[in-house]
T-cell receptor, first 110, second 115 residues
């Protein structure tokens, strides 16, 4: 499996941006970069994905490095509801499973 | 749409007992998955199905069985429960399966304790 590396934890203040880094130096040309998050006592939920270009949706933005060896998930204005574990996952084009690592635990201070 | 639903929410089993974890989805998704999550860890795939009548093993299938007779339902059977199966179990579904753009939708989970 293609591996990703994320910090164990990050803290942010409410209404400030949060930048979550992810390293994936062994990424192949057809791997998509996905982000999921898991709120306390809930199942994971999809956040965003991308291949080469930066992506925006209502939840977050995804910035992908030009060499694709790293990416950053950006939460523009953190709220208390954004406190969760965030997982950076590489989706192989022919692999059905999502390979979850330990993720980054995000704490948001009021 | 209710999305992905799971029952029960919680269950305590004694060693050696059996049970079935129920999963249903109303999004007409072909692909369904069962994951387990041990405390402080990421999710690991137990079994998956690419359509009614077709199932395959994931990373950690030992001690579990599945069946998929309809598109909507994908039950997970535990035979002879063991303490190592204490975990939170998540069911998920997706429309397009093994594509890089595929998005999985997860249920709320079943918290199982085996004593």
């Amino acid at each position: 499996d293609a591996k990703t590396t994320q910090p164990n934890s990050m803290e942010s203040n409410e209404e400030e941006p949060v930048h979550l880094p992810c390293n994936h130096s062994t990424i192949s040309g057809t791997d998509y970069i996905h982000w999921y998050r898991q709120l306390p006592s809930q199942g994971p939920e999809y956040v965003i994905h991308g291949l080469t270009s930066n992506v925006n949706n209502r939840m977050a933005s995804l910035a992908i490095a030009e060499d694709r060896k790293s990416s950053t998930l950006i939460l523009h204005r953190a709220t208390l509801r954004d406190a969760a574990v965030y997982y950076c996952i590489l989706r192989l084009s022919n692999d059905y499973k999502l390979s979850f690592g330990a993720g980054t635990t995000v704490t948001v201070r009021a | 749409n209710a999305g992905v639903t799971q029952t029960p929410k919680f269950r305590i089993l004694k060693i050696g007992q059996s049970m079935t974890l129920q999963c249903a989805q109303d999004m007409n998704h072909n692909y369904m998955y069962w994951y387990r999550q041990d405390p402080g860890m990421g999710l690991k795939l137990i079994y998956y199905s690419v359509g009614a009548g077709i199932t395959d093993k994931g990373e950690v299938p030992n001690g579990y069985n599945v069946s998929r007779s309809t598109t909507e339902y994908f039950p997970l059977r535990l035979e002879l429960a063991a303490p190592s199966q204490t975990s939170v179990y998540f069911c998920a579904s997706s429309y397009r399966g093994g594509l890089g753009t595929d998005t999985q939708y997860f249920g709320p989970g079943t918290r199982l304790t085996v004593l």
